[in-house]
Nanobody
């Protein structure tokens, strides 16, 4: 059974850091992504990485603050979030796809983990 399980969310003060993890089981995917959804807002793209780690992508709002990485041996993807701002508060979702092409939507999603940044 294919499963994505996020962890690492929590409450942090502005300027602090958190590291989210997404453990994939059941298969290896070719592209992994992080999305977030704040209350009353649509889900938005945060970051993505290919299976090999050769290509990474970031939303402008997180460039220079967030870093995505992948540990193949554990089939796990991480999102290191530094210099957090209150506007980063959201539920963060991990997503995965068997396709590398970024134009193809993700077809597997995790349950989400809450990140709250206090001012």
């Amino acid at each position: 059974q294919v499963q994505l399980v996020e962890s690492g969310g929590g409450l942090v003060q502005a300027g602090g850091s958190l590291r989210l993890s997404c453990a994939a089981s059941g298969r290896t995917f070719n592209r992994y992504g992080w999305f977030r959804q704040a209350p009353g807002k649509e889900r938005e793209f945060v970051s993505a990485i290919t299976r090999t780690g050769d290509n990474t992508y970031y939303a402008d709002s997180v460039k220079g603050r967030f870093t995505i990485s992948r540990e193949s041996a554990k089939n796990t993807v991480y999102l290191q979030m530094n210099s957090l701002k209150p506007e980063d508060t959201a539920v963060y979702y991990c997503a995965a796809s068997v396709y590398t092409a970024t134009t193809i939507p993700y077809d597997h999603w995790g349950q989400g983990t809450q990140v709250t940044v206090s001012s």
